[in-house]
């Protein structure tokens, strides 16, 4: 069965503090697809990065990075410098490849989320 | 370039009563996909629509269903309506079916069940 695990379900930091969000998974295809999404107090919810299950490369962008590792079934977010507009809930969601004839067909499996509140 | 937009965005209903919610996906997307995200909880699937017809469905019953129209817009429909329907509903569209795209979320519809 598809499971997603964030264990973490608030965090608190001061503004200028390194976080890291936590993300574990199951599947038991070998293709796959892992997704982080924002969702500010609007609703929202905001692409934040896409990675297969193929690419174990560390991501970097800006404040942001994420550590694949497929040994762990581990996703983690961290947030390098945290700014009070980054508070937010954060959801970690993984979604399963479509070969052909597939009824799978994107459906996204997400955890619990993460509250991350910035303070300054 | 509007992004996925949804109507209504709060409703108040009650119990047994039957909700309409609609949402118009980003443009050139042709796929929509519904979630309801409980109180504190992550999104849950629900279906996904393409070419008009429901694709997948997650562990929802019968009383939720859907369509899409040929102009890609989508309806959520839920009848005989429980307390704990009470969520925000979630539309998010994407350029076809594939696990590899990106979903676009929406603003959401929350829904009270009264």
């Known amino acids: 069965a598809q499971k997603v695990t964030q264990a973490q379900t608030e965090i608190s930091v001061v503004e200028k503090e390194d976080v890291t969000l936590d993300c574990v998974y199951e599947t038991r295809d070998t293709t796959y697809y892992l997704f982080w999404y924002k969702q500010p107090p609007s609703g929202e919810l905001v692409f934040l990065i896409r990675r297969n299950s193929f690419d174990e490369q560390n991501e970097i962008s800006g404040r942001y990075s994420w550590n694949f590792q497929k040994s762990t079934s581990s996703f983690n977010f961290t947030i390098t410098a945290s700014q009070v507009v980054d508070s937010a809930v954060y959801f970690c969601?993984?979604?399963?490849?479509?070969?052909?004839?597939?009824?799978?067909?994107?459906?996204?499996?997400f955890g619990q989320g993460t509250t991350l509140q910035v303070k300054p | 370039d509007a992004g996925v937009t949804q109507s209504p965005t709060h409703l108040i209903k009650t119990r047994g009563q039957q909700v309409t919610l609609r949402c118009s996906p980003k443009?050139?997307?042709?796929?929509v996909s519904w979630y309801q995200q409980a109180l504190g909880q992550g999104p849950q699937f629900i279906f996904q629509?393409?070419?008009?017809?429901?694709?997948q469905r997650g562990n929802f019953p019968d009383r939720f269903s859907g369509h899409q129209f040929p102009n890609y817009s989508s309806e959520l429909n839920v009848n005989a309506l429980l307390l704990g329907d009470s969520a925000l509903y979630l539309c998010?569209?994407?350029?076809?079916?594939?696990?590899?795209?990106?979903?676009?979320f929406g603003p959401g519809t929350r829904l009270t069940v009264l």
């Open positions: 629509y393409y070419e008009e017809e429901e694709r």
């Open positions: 443009s050139g997307h042709d796929t």
């Open positions: 998010a569209s994407s350029p076809g079916v594939s696990s590899y795209n990106e979903q676009f």
């Open positions: 969601a993984l979604s399963e490849a479509d070969p052909p004839g597939s009824s799978n067909t994107g459906k996204l499996i």
